[in-house]
């Protein structure tokens, strides 16, 4: 594991991005609305329209998940989960890099 990964271990999970319709200011209303069953043990999680993952990241931070699997239309924003999962050390330089352009003007 990275040592960026080891150093944020205990932190939770959130968007990364705003994005339209996302449930972030909603989310503990939504919450409220969950099946019975998610109190539980559940190990399976299927969220096909992620958008911002707002839901998909609450339901991360309090079940220990075996299997979860996520989709959406939006093939650009699949490619940003998808360079975080497998690229998150790159993704964070390049990043950098824009920080480092803009805060030098
Ligand atoms: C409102 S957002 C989802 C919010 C998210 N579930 C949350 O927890 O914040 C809706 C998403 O569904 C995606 N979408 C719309 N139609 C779709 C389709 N037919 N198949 C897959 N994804 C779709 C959009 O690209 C958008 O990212």
């Known amino acids: 594991m990275s040592k960026i990964l080891e150093a944020d271990i205990n932190m939770l999970a959130k968007p990364f991005l705003k994005w339209a319709g996302g449930k972030g200011q909603l989310i503990d209303q ?10 539980g043990t559940i190990t399976k999680y299927v969220e096909p329209f992620v958008g911002s993952g707002a839901v998909l990241f609450d339901i991360l931070n309090s079940h220990d998940l075996t299997d979860v699997f996520i989709g959406d239309a939006n093939i650009e924003l699949i490619n ?3 360079a975080i999962k497998y690229y998150v050390e790159e993704l964070i330089g390049e990043l950098s890099c824009f920080e480092n352009e803009y805060q030098e003007g």
């Not at 939504?30 to 109190?39: A, C, D, Q, S, T």
Request: net charge positive; aromatic share 16%; no cysteine.
């Open 30 to 39: 939504i919450k409220e609305r969950y099946p019975v069953e998610l109190g």
């Open 80 to 82: 940003v989960y998808r």
